[in-house]
């Protein structure tokens, strides 16, 4: 599924030869008429902080008894957990059983019919918590008339990341988008337009890392970049909660929520064997 932004973008061609050079020229950082060179000097993306400051102490994410209720369905039956700060967070269970659900009411895209959810102390959907915390979607929406690093310059620069262009870059190459900058991603197959997604939430500022089913589509390098990417992310001391089905992150993750029917099953450590179970 794909937006349309100011403009169309028919009649051009998928390489994005209407923007020749303009990726390039926002790494090397000339200015050019949208990609304007930054003001103060960029910092290297490798090491770097790029986490909101906080004043607030204590977990990243709790639910407290949090419902959604669609009137013929219930999707959360008072939820309630606490999340730390740094913890990599696996959200499991079968088909309906919420994880979506409570990854869009935490990310503030739902609102919960009971309960409340908070994210670094702040209402979820809140501008505060908003503004520390990041989305992937399984499904993502895209401008038809942006390519790929117009959209990392669009999302970097709305949510105030200076140093979008070594980070942006970056992450483009580990994930082999390097040399699909200047293409449209509204044309691109699944996998691809997954790898977009990842890399635009993970050009912003964020404390916490919402992550919707993202290996769905994804190549095997893909999934590795992913894998080192969120490692790094929880090394930084962001809190990263990934809702799968897949056993990759299994491997990887501190904890293990597996939600049925809306409710809590499991609360535990993430294991093969326990994550094949939850889901089936």
């Known amino acids: 599924m794909s937006s349309r932004g100011p403009g169309t973008g028919k009649g051009m061609p998928a390489g994005g030869s209407r923007k020749a050079g303009r990726a390039r020229d926002a790494r090397s950082g000339e200015a050019t008429a949208t990609a304007p060179e930054p003001e103060r000097p960029l910092p290297t993306a490798r090491g770097v902080d790029r986490r909101p400051s906080e004043r607030r102490k204590g977990p990243a994410l709790v639910a407290e008894g949090v419902t959604k209720d669609y009137g013929d369905i219930v999707a959360l039956d008072h939820l309630s957990v606490k999340l730390g700060r740094g913890e990599r967070v696996m959200v499991v269970g079968p088909n309906g059983s919420g994880k979506t659900t409570f990854i869009r009411i935490a990310a503030g895209l739902l609102e919960p019919t009971g309960g409340e959810l908070r994210v ?109 990417l969120l490692d790094e992310e929880a090394a930084r001391g962001a809190s990263i909660v990934v809702a799968t089905h897949s056993l990759d992150f299994a491997s990887q993750a501190d904890r293990c929520l597996g939600l049925r029917d809306g409710s809590l099953a499991y609360d535990g450590p993430a294991t093969a064997a326990t994550v094949s179970q939850l889901v089936s």
């Open 120 to 228: 670094l102390g702040a209402v979820a959907g809140s501008l505060e918590a908003r503004s520390v915390t990041s989305y992937i979607s399984d499904n993502p929406v895209l401008y038809d008339d942006l390519s790929v690093i117009e959209h990392l310059e669009y999302v970097a620069r709305l949510h105030g990341a200076g140093d979008w262009v070594d980070r942006g870059w970056e992450v483009l190459e580990r994930l082999g988008l390097d040399g699909r900058a200047d293409d449209l991603p509204a044309r691109f197959s699944r996998g691809l337009r997954q790898k977009t997604a990842i890399a635009l939430g993970l050009c912003r500022p964020f404390s916490v890392l919402l992550v919707d089913e993202p290996f769905v589509g994804l190549d095997a390098p893909g999934r590795e970049a992913l894998l080192a």
